[in-house]
């Protein structure tokens, strides 16, 4: 069983900063990417970030020169969130990539960005 445990989410004013983490937990061998994805009310998930187990990169447009992904050790990762803005409101979540395919999800946590 795998779990995943995110934290790091709340109210912030536009223009502040948020970091979320994620640790995974649970019986697996490794790990290939690590993501974030977000919801917005009335809208689909999407894909925020993602981080391979080589250290590559990649980000929506939306959020590239304000967010970084990275992997602080092979089982947590974390989404450092700068000039954050109005749209960035949305439910945040984590998301892995066993070897060998699986994908697992974490409860999501809640960005606000409103004065």
């Known amino acids: 069983q795998v779990q995943l445990v995110e934290s790091g989410g709340g109210l912030v004013q536009p223009g502040g900063s948020l970091r979320l983490s994620c640790a995974a937990s649970?019986?697996?061998?490794?790990?290939?990417?690590m993501a974030w994805y977000r919801q917005a009310p009335g809208k689909e998930r999407e894909l925020v970030a993602t981080?391979?187990?080589?250290?590559?990169t990649d980000y929506a447009d939306s959020v590239k020169g304000r967010f970084t992904i990275g992997r602080d050790n092979a089982k947590t990762v974390y989404l450092q969130m700068n000039s954050l803005k109005p749209e960035d409101t949305a439910v945040y979540y984590c998301n892995i990539e066993l070897a060998g395919g699986s994908h697992y999800w974490g409860q999501g946590t809640q960005v606000t960005v409103s004065s």
């Open positions: 981080v391979t187990n080589r250290g590559s």
């Open positions: 649970g019986s697996f061998f490794s790990i290939n990417a």
